[in-house]
């Protein structure tokens, strides 16, 4: 059997002899907001850190704002000397980028799996999550959904435009969910999709969604949580730069506009055992509805992850399938978890709250979490909304409140990990106060 270093120095020396224009491969990994940061390297230093020299980057990077800034967390970042934390290059992730002017590759690193692991790097935490899983016997399979929209590459005032129609150079103003906007809008769909394949990603079906400009792409279900939320990762970035290159941009933006609907973060899972039996279809399903009960009462200390951002909040209660309350339901996309129709060895929970620019890995290992309580608690779940239209149970509407009810839950404490509670509900409280520091007209035309 090979070493992992023997295999990431074949995979290097074999992404340098398929191209060898590419001079740089840009290091890369998800902060706490959802955002890549790590540094670029020439494919020669490469070579040598897959060969095993040491990679270390800031260990604070995890913590920057929404707007790259450092905050005041506990010791971290003004107490602690910003020391750096050592990472690990990610097997198979070594793709070229396609969107960029000159030749480029990428290649995700963590900490997970290093001596010392940061304990509040998403990654990290969803790896804790699917290790403990994986102990007990319980293996998730997991598939993403994304919804976003794209808007004209140029703003006015710095507010979005609509995207122009290729054909009619018409804006795309008006919402529906014709199969002719895939069509009209092929070229830069065609793009995505191949450019996810591209990086390993297994793209199913696109859709027009009901928004203007709005689209949805599914994922493939797959065995490995960690490489199914590594998808949903890379093609946000990936997408992005694509919708740059044909003249538009790309925005996983939660609620672009008030009108229309918001863009969420479908996610599909279903639990087997090691011998592949659907663990939530046994006992006539009776586990499903302890995991759905478990998900539900978790859900409303999860608002910070499924809502990251004062934007996230406005999406919910929209017209259009975001709830207010927590809920499930048998094929009812009014519900957070919507159970779809399927064969049992099929059947599976869709999460439906979180928004589009919520962190994947935050996002699989809160649902997980709550699943796994479930089962251990083994509790009756509430009606579902296809017996009571008016069933569910309140969560916060709002982020400093949301941010309450998370850290101090005892399970989310436990199977997330303390420190990482502490950290992220600090991070999520700060960017929120930081937004708030800013007077819009409006508040000019009301109060002046």
């Known amino acids: 059997m090979k070493s992992p270093a023997s295999t990431l120095l074949a995979e290097v020396r074999t992404f340098r002899q398929n191209h060898p224009d590419v001079r740089y491969v840009d290091l890369i990994a998800l902060d706490i907001p959802g955002h890549f940061y790590g540094k670029r390297y020439p494919i020669e230093m490469l070579e040598k850190v897959a060969a095993g020299s040491p990679l270390k980057l800031p260990q604070n990077a995890v913590l920057l704002g929404v707007q790259g800034g450092l905050f005041k967390i506990g010791d971290y970042c003004f107490n602690d000397g910003d020391p750096d934390a050592n990472r690990r290059l990610v097997p198979g ?3 070229p980028v396609s969107w960029e002017s000159q030749p480029l590759g990428q290649m995700l690193i963590t900490s997970d799996g290093t001596e010392a692991p940061i304990p509040f790097e998403p990654r990290e935490v969803l790896a804790k999550v699917l290790e403990r899983l994986q102990h007990k016997g319980i293996h998730p399979v997991v598939a993403f959904e994304l919804e976003f929209y794209l808007f004209d590459k140029k703003l006015d005032q710095g507010l979005p435009q609509f995207a122009r129609d290729p054909l009619s150079d018409d804006a795309d103003d008006q919402p529906n969910l014709h199969i002719e906007r895939l069509s009209r809008f092929s070229a830069v769909l065609d793009d995505m999709a191949q450019t996810a394949k591209d990086q390993g990603i297994d793209i199913t079906v696109i859709t027009a969604e009901i928004g203007p400009g709005q689209f949805e792409i599914n994922f493939g279900h797959l065995d490995d949580g960690m490489r199914a939320a590594d998808w949903a990762a890379l093609f946000c970035r990936s997408t992005r730069g694509v919708a740059l290159k044909h003249g538009y941009r790309a925005s996983f933006m939660a609620k672009p506009y008030l009108q229309f609907p918001g863009s969420g973060m479908h996610v599909h899972v279903s639990l087997y055992d090691a011998a592949g039996n659907n663990l939530l279809a046994a006992h006539q399903q009776q586990p499903l509805r302890h995991a759905v009960a478990g998900c539900l009462e978790l859900l409303p200390h999860c608002m910070p992850i499924f809502s990251p951002n004062h934007n996230a909040f406005r999406r919910l209660g929209a017209a259009v399938n975001a709830a207010t309350r927590a809920s499930w339901g048998f094929e009812d996309r009014d519900a957070c978890l919507r159970i779809p129709e399927s064969a049992p060895r099929n059947l599976r929970i869709e999460h439906r709250l979180a928004s589009a620019d919520a962190n994947p890995y935050l996002v699989l290992a809160a649902i997980l979490v709550g699943l796994e309580h479930g089962l251990e608690a083994q509790r009756e779940p ?30 989310l404490r436990d199977k997330l990990g303390a420190e990482f509670v502490d950290v992220y509900c600090e991070n999520k409280r700060q960017d929120h106060l930081a937004f708030q520091q800013e007077i819009n007209a409006r508040e000019y035309r009301w109060f002046l």
Request: hydrophobic share 40%.
């Open 93 to 95: 992730t070594l793709k």
């Open 382 to 411: 509430i009606a579902p909304l296809n017996q009571d239209r008016s069933s569910g149970t309140d969560f916060p509407l709002e982020m400093l409140e949301a941010v309450r009810a998370m850290q101090h839950q005892a399970v």
